[in-house]
């Protein structure tokens, strides 16, 4: 049958951490790219059906296409690694420190940060035909999106930062919700359609995503957004990534991990080593977002 039930899905999301604790650094960091490059893409798709529908549901509806690219694809995105890492590290039993777990998502931030404001770049250079013109609809809206996503939450204080710090939360409940639920299927349809609900429920109320603001806000400010460098990350990028961490390792990971525990141990005990996976053995896994 298609369907893989709860039991299954844990021992997924263990063997899942397990493959990317061995992944080398250099490949965490160019999977990490594609990954926020493939984000981004389908952030400006979304931003730009928007806009010209008149209806943010209507993109929010496409977007998760982007993270089923990048799932289906074996890339690296930080916000599934928040819900996987964590139980792994707890199932190994003490064999997997907090160093590993910590090191892994530097690299795989690293990535994705890069994938993202490159593609940042590279879609303001071509919405403005290399700044020789005016800034079109569809970049006035992304202006928007980052002076929204960061002068707004500071003009509220420490009430900007506890609201945009808990949208952060129920975002990665759902991305990382969506990353799990693709372990429920043994089909790529089953799995494109595990991926797109969750999606879209954190997309169409406007929720924040780390991996998200690394391409929003840069090209907004590319495109003239009154936003600096400092508010960016003050007012949104630290903020949002904490809430991403609790939301995706607390609400999804541990949570549906610590109520299926007891028939997963197996995954466990092949976590120590970090010595790369060969590709056959990864060949019947789902990377995460």
């Not at 008149?54 to 296409?65: M, N, Q, V, Y």
């Not at 590290?89 to 940060?113: C, E, I, K, T």
């Not at 019947?284 to 977002?289: A, K, Q, V």
Request: glycine share 10%; net charge positive.
């Amino acid at each position: 049958m298609d369907y893989v039930k709860p039991l299954g899905v844990v021992e997924s999301m263990l063997a899942g951490g397990t493959i990317k604790l061995n992944v080398p650094p250099r490949h965490l960091v160019i999977r990490g790219m594609l990954a926020g490059a493939y984000l981004g893409i389908a952030t400006s798709m979304a931003v730009t059906v928007a806009v010209e529908t008149g209806s943010w549901i209507a993109g929010s509806l496409l977007f998760p296409f982007g993270l089923a690219l990048a799932i289906l694809l074996g890339t690296e995105i930080i916000t599934g690694s928040f819900a996987l890492l964590p139980c792994t590290a707890v199932a190994s039993r003490g064999q997997v420190g907090m160093s590993r777990v910590l090191a892994n998502w530097g690299w795989v931030f690293l990535g994705n940060l890069l994938g993202a404001t490159l593609y940042a770049v590279l879609f303001a250079l071509c919405i403005t035909t290399a700044w020789d013109n005016t800034v079109p609809p569809v970049g006035a809206k992304l202006m928007a999106i980052a002076e929204a996503k960061t002068n707004y939450y500071a003009s509220h204080g420490s009430a900007g930062l506890l609201t945009v710090f808990t949208k952060a939360v129920l975002c990665n409940w759902m991305v990382s919700l969506a990353v799990v639920a693709s372990y429920a299927s043994n089909s790529f349809g089953g799995k494109l359609l595990a991926i797109w609900g969750p999606t879209v429920l954190f997309f169409s109320q406007g929720f924040e995503h780390a991996v998200v603001n690394m391409f929003v806000i840069p090209v907004g400010m590319l495109l003239g957004a009154n936003v600096t460098t400092s508010s960016w990350w003050l007012w949104n990028q630290i903020p949002v990534t904490l809430g991403n961490l609790v939301g995706g390792m607390l609400f999804t990971g541990m949570a549906i991990y610590l109520t299926h525990r007891a028939a997963a141990p197996a995954a466990s005990q092949s976590v120590p080593t970090a010595q790369p996976t060969p590709a056959s053995a990864q060949q019947g896994y789902s990377p995460s977002f």
